[in-house]
């Protein structure tokens, strides 16, 4: 097992764009972004992936890099990857045959979605969970949601499940058909079209470093491209092709769907989805011991789940709606080149994992006394400022920003309005008490502390 010494990041901030406007660090979770010389910078040991900033940013200056579409021309067998999310950001206008055929007309030689190998671990999930004793069994699906656990909930890394997800076992399936199917190693070219930041970085490699895929293709990107073909019926004239069939059950597409997996096992089973809201309940679940109560958990790091996912097209409730009248139509049982017994096996003897190692990151260096002398130290430095948590000061909390002076990386003046109020009480001017009318006397009558 490759050591989880730190997480690869797919997130990216172009300085260029960024006009420092904090949006970004008031909307990531886990106070990983600041403002530094007027551009947002990324603390990478805390940041989870999730996508949340790239969202809010309102210039674009945060993206995730995709591999060049073109790269899927250096191989002679160009399989695509696909999960339902992605049959979510049509209109029903488009039936699936056109949908999987126009990813024929872009230039992959097959086309798989992901769910194909979901049978397989329900399966093996199901048995897991009616075994387990230490409640709850987490689902290890969404990598932003792992992340999170590792860095701000480490006690529950022993709860999320060893196993892979449907991404990892269909990738080893699709390689493995394809090589039986004559195709050389060297000339197998995997694409996995990814709806999330998160799985933009971890989808490239298996947990112990070996490849899994040769490219990760944005949903967004790919869904433009798919758009411009349907748009002109170039794949009309690939819609009754027996090989651009559905490939996965009604059932196993539903996975995707908020609730997908809950609903799928007996006991007590809860979805949450959307990154705040998970957070928020584990915070409240860690204290009020409710976890125990509860046999699973699905997680989802965006809202709705994969059709919420910081790189989808459509809106997300709108997505999750077509999804669900597309699937009202979809057969109940699965089309051609469902895993044969064989195959099943295969994916079953490489079902489980590594376990997830926690990686908690501390706010403060050093030994016991000096972590608490830090922390006390941060604690009298909140005390003096005002509690707005405006992010004027490139931190996104007063909170945070009391670490940052502790760290060495802010200083107390940095807070706008502290410094503000100092200079006006020094220069006896009214303004001051236009601010305390506002915020309150006491926010602005207290002396920076270091």
């Known amino acids: ?61 945060i993206f995730v890099v995709q591999d060049d579409f073109d790269r899927i021309f250096g191989f002679d067998c160009r399989a695509v990857l696909f999960s339902a999310a992605l049959l979510g950001q049509f209109a029903d206008t488009y039936t699936e045959r056109e949908i999987l055929a126009a990813l024929h007309a872009l230039g992959f030689t097959h086309a ?33 949601v792992i992340r999170l656990i590792q860095t701000k909930f480490p006690d529950l890394t022993e709860h999320v499940m060893n ?90 597409l539903g996975w995707t769907l908020p609730g997908g997996e809950a609903a799928a096992f007996a006991g007590r089973c809860l979805a949450v989805d959307g990154i705040g809201e998970v957070k928020e309940f584990l915070e409240h679940a860690e204290t009020t011991g409710v976890l125990h109560e509860v046999d699973f958990l699905e997680l989802r790091a965006c809202s709705r789940g994969c059709l919420g996912g910081s790189l989808t097209a459509a809106n997300r409730f709108v997505s999750e709606e077509r999804l669900r009248r597309r699937l009202e139509e979809h057969p109940a049982q699965a089309g051609p080149d469902l895993p044969d017994d064989g195959e099943r096996r295969f994916i079953a003897d490489r079902m489980e994992v590594g376990g997830i190692p926690p990686m908690t ?41 009391s670490h940052d002076i502790v760290r060495g990386e802010a200083q107390p003046s940095d807070c706008i309005f502290l410094h503000i109020a100092t200079d006006l009480a020094e220069g006896g001017s ?19 502390q270091r």
């Open 1 to 61: 097992m490759k050591p989880y010494e730190e997480f690869h990041h797919s997130l990216t901030v172009d300085t260029d764009l960024c006009v420092g406007c904090a949006h970004c660090i008031r909307h990531c979770p886990t106070k990983a972004l600041r403002i530094r010389g007027g551009k947002a910078s990324l603390r990478k040991d805390w940041c989870v992936d999730c996508g949340e900033c790239l969202r809010a940013c309102p210039v674009g200056a």
């Open 112 to 144: 798989f979605p992901v769910e194909m190998s979901v049978p397989v671990i329900r399966e093996r999930m199901a048995a897991q969970i009616a075994a387990n004793r230490q409640k709850p069994l987490i689902s290890p699906l969404c990598p932003a």
């Open 163 to 252: 196993l892979r997800t449907p991404v990892e076992a269909t990738a080893m399936l699709v390689r493995r058909r394809l090589l039986a199917a004559g195709y050389a190693p060297e000339r197998i070219g995997l694409f996995y079209v990814t709806p999330c930041a998160a799985k933009a970085a971890t989808g490239k490699e298996d947990r112990d470093g070996t490849p899994l895929v040769d490219g990760i293709l944005n949903l967004d990107s790919l869904y433009n491209r798919l758009c411009r073909i349907l748009s002109c019926k170039k794949a009309c004239a690939l819609a009754d092709s027996e090989e651009v069939l559905p490939q996965a059950a009604r059932a196993d």
């Open 361 to 401: 990151k501390l706010l403060f260096r050093g030994d016991i006394q000096q972590v608490l002398s830090s922390m006390d130290q941060a604690q009298r430095i909140r005390r003096s400022l005002p509690g707005l948590d405006c992010g004027a000061c490139g931190s996104p909390t007063c909170e945070s920003l």
């Open 430 to 448: 009214d303004a001051l008490e236009q601010l305390e009318r506002v915020w309150g006397r006491e926010r602005f009558r207290r002396e920076p």
